[in-house]
């Protein structure tokens, strides 16, 4: 009888361990979803890039001005390098970066109110900016 006892014991033990076990493993599970959705959505991500594709193709320079507020708006919002927009201009004679991780204003005297300017995008394809507006290009016509 006391044998049976101590089996009755040893038993509810190692379900009791069991039961920890499971638990703790499935807590793990879950936290590690939460991290692994750091990423954006698809949704989040048309989201944000929605913001900037709507100034693609040919534009007016007032235009660019707006889109040239945007990107630094944005740039400026954004702990994260990987979401910050690099923006190139080629006004013919030279092409430059006119904003990068590290400016703080727009340059805007940079682009001509009546001139027509084309405006493509490029989007990133590694590390944490998949599929985010990565660069826009600024072409003048």
């Known amino acids: 009888m006391e044998n049976a006892s101590k089996a009755l014991i040893i038993a509810g033990a190692i379900l009791l361990a069991i039961l920890i076990i499971t638990l703790g493993i499935l807590i793990y599970n879950q936290a590690s979803g939460v991290v692994d959705n ?3 959505s698809e949704v989040e991500r048309q989201n944000f890039n929605t913001k900037f594709t709507q100034y693609e193709g040919a534009q007016r320079g007032t235009t660019v001005r707006a889109l040239l507020q945007s990107v630094l ?3 400026l919002s954004q702990d994260d390098n990987d979401r910050k927009i690099v ?3 080629d ?3 030279k092409k430059s970066t006119i904003i990068d991780e590290k ?3 727009a340059p805007t005297d940079e682009i001509s109110t ?3 300017y084309s405006i493509s995008f490029t989007y990133g394809s590694t590390g944490g ?3 985010l507006v990565d660069t826009i290009a600024i072409v003048k016509k």
Request: charged letters at 0%.
């Open 38 to 40: 750091n990423a954006m």
């Open 73 to 75: 708006s944005n740039n």
């Open 87 to 89: 923006v190139t201009l």
């Open 91 to 93: 006004n013919g004679s």
């Open 103 to 105: 400016t703080t204003s």
């Open 114 to 116: 009546g001139a027509t």
């Open 129 to 131: 900016n998949t599929g």
